[in-house]
């Protein structure tokens, strides 16, 4: 009997000395400790990612179904298809999947088959971000119930919080909040995790995500991503350099990621293009460049999300379709993959051109008419003289000459000078590296020049609108004040 008694005791304790280490979470059998595969800081490029999202386009109080599912499906119909469609996105150099979440599908019966499509794209290598959306009935960009909310989050936890590749995004466009109430929100949210590691948590900025600025310069947050979005409507913007000028403007890209940005790929536009004045493809070009040169994660709107004509792919139940393949090669661009062909400007040889500025739209012009070699290049009212006017001859690789055709002269950097602020002049043609333009077609009649010696651009000094204002050239910086627009008188 005592020897009885010493096993029921043994068992008892083991099974209490188990339970103890389940409430501490960390060795949980549903939170094992998963290594994140992607441990760099310095950057977020490495967030190449699509959203996957319900045909509802994720507003749901209900169950959220992602595309190419069916509620119908069991977990080896979620299984299979979720294989096929994360192997499709990761041969198209996806590593990243951003999924919605929302109370209804964690806390229901649901979730037992939708976090099987989690623990699959995170056995894969992906990295998964999931979002919280507010339901449809709502949409006023506040969360929708609080006990629900915070049950859902404590669960996902409990679920992922050891596992290193899920993120974590705690309101997707938080736009019903100002900003101080938003990030009292997400204060409270970062006090009830408070051992999640910061480089997991995604914050969206206030607005639409819009302000990521305002949440990035809180302190309480620092280490913590942020999550960006912008779309066409947003702004009523023209070239591709107003398009790169929402990227340009975050102060924080090291932590931002753009989570949400798209146009429509069902129309068989080639967004490799000369642009033209299509705004959708000066869009997709000048956000997916400073996306790439600002080393900027970027999460395609969306990847795939049945009957959406921004969707990047389509799937069959067997087969992933790619809608665009020009736009596949944008968002690839952006991830830092490939590269696209410079979209250079063409002129035709002989001919007399007039440039205005963009942002004063006055003409390029040698001041007083000089036909002398250090005459000061300057910008004045369009008035169809012939020192404003300018022959444009190609010297190739992308490179031309601009050549006035009152005094013959070309236009200079002065004394090849390297510094910002530098004068522009004009001064007999010996082919120096300083007096040879780059000049890229950027949309609506507009273009940008850049000097081959100093890789800096043509500028109107100071943004200024008034007459003899001198033209110098500057660090590039997207500004209508270094956007031309050329055109024969």
């Known amino acids: 009997m005592a020897k009885k008694l010493f096993l029921i005791s043994a068992v008892l304790l083991f099974i209490i000395s188990c339970s103890k280490k389940t409430d501490k979470g960390s060795t949980a059998p549903d939170n094992p400790i998963v290594p994140a595969a992607d441990t760099v800081t310095t950057s977020t490029i490495n967030f190449k990612g699509v959203n996957w999202a319900d045909t509802r386009d994720n507003f749901a109080d209900d169950w959220l179904i992602l595309s190419g599912l069916s509620v119908s499906d069991n977990e080896t119909a979620i299984n299979e298809k979720t294989d096929k469609i994360l192997t499709a996105f990761q041969a198209k150099g ?97 006090t009830r995790f408070p051992s999640l590691p910061r480089r997991r948590i995604i914050l969206d900025g206030a607005g639409y995500a819009t302000d990521v600025n305002g949440v990035g310069a809180d302190n ?30 975050l102060n924080y890209p090291a932590r931002t990621i753009t989570t949400e940005y798209g146009v429509p790929m069902t129309n068989g536009k080639n967004y490799l293009g000369y642009p033209g004045s299509d705004q ?46 020009s736009g596949l090669t ?13 979209l250079y400007a063409t002129f035709v040889p002989g001919t007399f051109y007039k440039i205005l500025n963009r942002n004063s739209n006055k003409a390029l012009d040698v001041n007083g008419g000089s036909t002398s070699n250090g005459g000061n290049i300057i910008q004045w009212d369009y008035s169809g003289g012939a020192n404003q006017q300018w022959g444009i001859t190609s010297t190739g690789d992308g490179y031309f000459s601009v050549v006035n055709k009152n005094s013959n002269k070309s236009l200079d950097v002065n004394g090849a000078s390297v510094a910002a602020g530098t004068n522009i002049i004009q001064w007999d043609y010996s082919g120096g590296a300083n007096q040879q333009w780059r000049i890229y077609d950027i949309g609506f009649g507009c273009y940008k020049l850049y000097n081959k010696n100093s890789m800096q651009a043509l500028d109107v000094n100071g943004g200024s609108l ?24």
């Not at 944008?330 to 410079?342: F, H, I, K």
Request: with cysteine.
């Open 94 to 190: 996806v590593n990243t999947v951003r999924l919605p979440v929302n109370p209804s599908t964690v806390l229901q019966d649901w979730w037992t088959r939708y976090s099987l499509i989690i623990k699959k794209a995170s056995l894969k290598g992906m990295k998964v971000i999931l979002a919280y959306w507010e339901g449809a009935s709502s949409r006023d960009g506040i969360v929708d119930n609080s006990t629900a909310f915070w049950s859902m989050w404590d669960k996902l936890m409990t679920n992922f919080s050891n596992n290193g590749n899920i993120y974590f995004e705690v309101f997707n466009e938080p736009h019903g909040y100002n900003l101080n109430d938003l990030t009292s929100l997400y204060a409270e949210w970062l």
């Open 330 to 342: 944008r968002l690839q661009y952006a991830w830092g993959a490939g590269t696209v062909d410079p």
């Open 280 to 325: 959708e493809v000066t869009y997709l070009q000048g956000m997916t460049n400073q996306l790439h040169d600002r080393s900027i994660g970027s999460i395609y709107w969306p990847g795939l999300r049945t009957g959406d004509s921004y969707s990047m792919f389509s799937f069959d139940g067997n087969n992933l379709v790619t809608n665009n393949p």
């Open 220 to 249: 309480r947050f620092n280490g913590c991503l942020l999550s960006f979005h912008f779309y066409t409507w947003f702004d009523n913007k023209q070239t591709i350099s107003d398009w790169e000028l929402p990227v340009k403007s």
């Open 466 to 489: 008034n007459n003899g204002t001198q033209v110098i050239q500057w660090y590039w910086n997207a500004g209508s004040n270094q956007q031309w627009k050329i055109s024969v008188p």
